[in-house]
């Protein structure tokens, strides 16, 4: 108890609010003889904001997850690969290594022997000695010839993928201008670019992005469209007056394309709908007592039924029969759709939204009209949608969204509810991609007999614990600023006094009861800054945390 009041005066006021109510009062006010009993209120709403903030914490293991697999990955690295006539420190490229280098890059700039003369034994014999360095992690810069040079080394080296390809004023074929040497037309013809295959070689490159400025003098602006166009994929950068990117120092617009592709790994989400993102139970068994002429009892027992056993699996009997079933289904389903109106998930979607750098589509035996009912309501985006009418089967359809993404199925995660999903998609998909939803019509404990412990969701927040996360990455701006004056707080007793650091944390507060998830670290330095104003609740919210120490603070309260 702070001491500079009397025990007279205090002692009511800690029985009607608490110790730590009137502690935090104290230190925040700066007339200790004479503070409204109102301050003391308003400090008795903050302690009790702090449990409810409490509930929204996302557990260390998340953290961790992100720091181990940080810590796994290969090093970052750029490859850049001058043009004809040319050498590493021409043109951009010295800059271009300096600011790769400057971003915590790798950085390699091989010199073409010859270059003027460059054919594609020479550009083959460079490239081999340092195929080592084509990683997951490499980014290669190649700019004119050397763009076609290596789409021939890629489609001799089968074995290498990499993590992006720009090119920049790149040679496609023949594509130069008309007033172009022969003996060029010479050199391109010895990469055969005829028979390279564009289509397969894009499968060996996650990012793929094509620079050229419209008024080229050298090789005409349709090679980046061509390029575009056999590849089926990327992403066409177009410049104005930057002609070949021979008279520019500088190149700040391709240092960021590069850097973009490294802010994190792309993940690829496909989302069964009932049961996760849909708590469509009701109208489920609903349905099944109108077209079957259940008791609800019955119709419960007849659906859950159904959950272990994949009842889509693409070698379904008797499929014609079973579709026309589908339907009589279907056209009850969406009248009780309509009368029960089905709410989202909230909790779930929020916690999606807050996934950076990722793709989703739903795949699911239900009607993409409803989906999309529910999914406007929700505010949650998801542009591919398979539903029962596309493909009864959600192997069949799993598959396609992975094609049309471009990925292996291997590198998708699928969320259900349901052990009938595990067992149809688990010939498809690694077995700790498929995760499960505790909330859904399976539940937990049917689920955790087939998926290991962490892929089944106990609650919406539990999704951090599988995919990295930084520990502000899950705040919003504003809490962000606010916390960030909390960690300023931690360490700076000289020049901040206990009024100014009550103010700070009470902002924080606040800011905090607006987030519905929060990272445990900037939660635990939170309760840092309290514990010496506040150490009873502290005290308690720290051993919420399974931590059996006292929770340490920097500062004594004054």
Known sequence: MPSTLPQHFMQPLVEKYGEDAVRLAVNSSTTLTDFPESLIDQWSNKVNQLWNIRRNIVPESSIKASLEKSSSQQAKRVVILHGRSASPDMHFYPWLKQAMLAQGFEVLSPHIEDSVHSSAPNWNETLTKIKSQFTSETTVVAHSMAALAFCRFLQDNSDIHIKAFHSVAGVFNDFLRPFQPP????????????????????KQIDHIHLHHSTDDSRVVFASATKYLEAFGVGKLHSYENRDHFLNQPEFPELAEAIVADYSAKLLSIILDFDGVLGDTWEATFSTRMAVSRMTKPEAIEHERSLLNKPYHAKDSENLQEKLADKEIWQKQYRNTFAQLRPQPFTDFIEALKRLNNVQFAIVSSSEKQLIEQVLKESGLEIPTILDYKHHYSKEEKVLEVCENWNIPASDAYYITDTVADVHELKHIL???????????????????KVLDEKNVLMAARDIFSLFSINPLFLLSDESEQAYRQVQAILFDEDTINSVERLEIIKNCIDAFSTESLIAEPVWVDLLMAIAPFAPIISQELWSELGVSSEVPFIHESV
């Open 183 to 202: 003996e060029l037309t010479e050199q391109i013809r010895t990469f055969d670019p005829e028979h390279i295959n564009h289509a397969s070689i894009h």
């Open 430 to 448: 690694p077995l700790d991609h498929i995760i499960g939803c505790g909330w859904g019509y399976s539940g937990a404990q049917a689920l955790l």
